[in-house]
């Protein structure tokens, strides 16, 4: 009996197109979640289009430690989690697994309430068992995709692809209605910072930071813990040193639409919001849709709560994955999806987000400790990993060797790293300590 003929490449470029997309979509699609969205909004509304060119600065430097990311997946024997142990030790395996689950975790609990924010503008909020049961659906569907999917990898991917042109059209479509200044755009790529940021370049006890949203918005683009997962996915699709040419097509076009994206949040909410008094009540991404509505009619409400939605739910997923292999993988349990360790760990980060996003709802108020937690683990996280792909990029016997553009790319982004971890320690310092 004859094999059947293998499936030819289809002749329409999108759809070539679309087939070319890999790993760096799904990268790219846990880090446009309801963090980004709420960040980039807040840049555009606040400070107009000044910011641009600091979220070029950030896409760059994501696409950098992508990319190295994506070289160590392909050169790399083993897992990183393995090739940590085999080449530092247990331990330090353990810690990094350790500490990028609980981040993960700790604020798996925003994905649950970026879902209700694209359903807030919708109904009058007085029964919390809605909500309550809406998240019950999305995290039992989670679950069940996990131990059910025959193919996760292929899974996640394909259902990526479609979140992310759902993110375009609902973006893209506010964007053509705000009608943003072609002008203001451009000047925005011209480094600037408005008045008065740059005094609070570190945070002091007392003093509005102002500097804040800028730290937010860089790093909800430049994401280290989806950098590193990126490793992972490339030796999930089975990729080789032959493929990585490829990988770098799919790292510049996955992040390139991440950057887009974001640069489409921005000018719309510059160009809604920027100068007017309404800016101060908007303090999350449900406030930002509903008063798009007053401008541009209920389409454009319509349109950006499809992009929230679209948006949370592609974090969803995949935020606990990170946080389910990163565990598993550093404990010596495997690293690749369909492993059980990664299941029963990213099942626990599901439950937890689920659980504190419940929590908030019924006692109408955040989990402030939780919340201080998981910035400790953010000071200790983001540093250690991105010493460790630096320090296993320059492991003299991978062969090829990493290139040392990809290295000082990321020595850019870790000195990024270790500047944020520096400024969450002292907010969480201040807000530990009483004023002296």
């Known amino acids: 009996m004859n094999d059947p003929a293998p499936t030819q490449p289809s002749k329409n470029p999108f759809v070539r197109f679309l087939a070319a997309l890999g790993p760096a979509i799904i990268t790219a699609s846990v880090v446009l979640g309801p963090g980004s969205i709420l960040a980039n ?70 994905n649950n ?9 919708f109904h009058d909020g007085t029964s919390k068992a809605i909500p309550i049961g809406l998240l019950a659906l ?19 991917e394909n259902l990526m692809k479609i979140l992310v042109g759902l993110m375009v059209c609902g973006f893209i479509g506010n ?18 910072l408005p008045e008065g940021t740059f005094e609070t370049i570190l945070p002091k006890r007392g003093v509005n930071d102002t500097f804040k949203p800028v730290i937010a918005m860089i790093g909800t683009t430049f994401s280290i813990a989806a950098a590193y997962y990126q490793s992972y996915l490339v030796q999930q699709k089975g990729w080789t040193i032959k493929d990585y040419r490829s990988g770098i097509i799919d790292t510049l076009t996955g992040i390139g639409m991440l950057g887009l994206i974001s640069l489409v949040i921005m000018c719309t ?18 406030a930002f849709a509903k ?30 994955l990170i946080g389910g292999a990163m565990m598993s993988d550093g404990c010596g349990m495997g690293g690749r ?79 990024f790293t270790f500047f944020a971890a520096l400024r969450t320690a002292l907010s969480v310092y201040y807000q530990l300590t009483p004023d002296s």
């Open 269 to 286: 909410a510059s160009a809604a919001f920027y100068g007017k008094p309404i800016v101060s009540q908007l303090t999350d991404a449900a």
């Open 113 to 121: 309430l970026g879902v209700l924010a694209a359903i807030e503008p």
């Open 337 to 415: 999806m369909e492993d059980r360790g990664v299941r029963i760990f990213t099942s626990i980060a599901l439950l937890m987000g689920f659980a504190v996003a419940s929590y908030i709802i019924i006692k109408e108020q955040k989990p402030v400790n939780l919340i201080i937690f998981a910035q400790g683990a953010t000071v200790i996280g983001g540093p250690l990993v991105a010493c460790v792909l630096i320090w296993l990029a320059l492991q003299s016997d991978l062969k090829p060797k990493i290139s040392n553009r990809l290295i000082i790319i990321a020595l850019i982004g870790m000195l």
């Open 291 to 320: 008063q798009l509505e007053p401008s541009f009619g209920p389409g454009a409400k319509y349109l950006f709560c499809a992009g929230i939605f679209a948006g949370a739910i592609s974090s969803f997923l995949v935020n606990a």
């Open 138 to 156: 999305v995290n039992g569907t989670a679950l069940a995709a996990l131990f059910l999917a025959r193919d996760l990898y292929k899974y996640i």
């Open 41 to 110: 909004s807040t840049m555009g509304a606040n400070y107009g289009y000044q910011m641009a060119w600091l979220l070029v600065i950030a896409v760059c430097l994501m696409i950098g430690m992508t990319a190295l990311s994506t070289r160590l997946g392909v050169v790399m024997d083993k897992t990183i989690g393995e090739e940590i142990a085999h080449r530092a030790g247990r331990p330090l395996a353990v810690l990094t697994g350790v500490t990028i689950f609980l981040i993960a975790s700790c604020f798996q609990f925003s």
């Open 175 to 192: 964007l053509i209605m705000a009608q943003p200044s072609m002008s203001g755009i451009l000047q925005g790529f011209i480094p600037s």
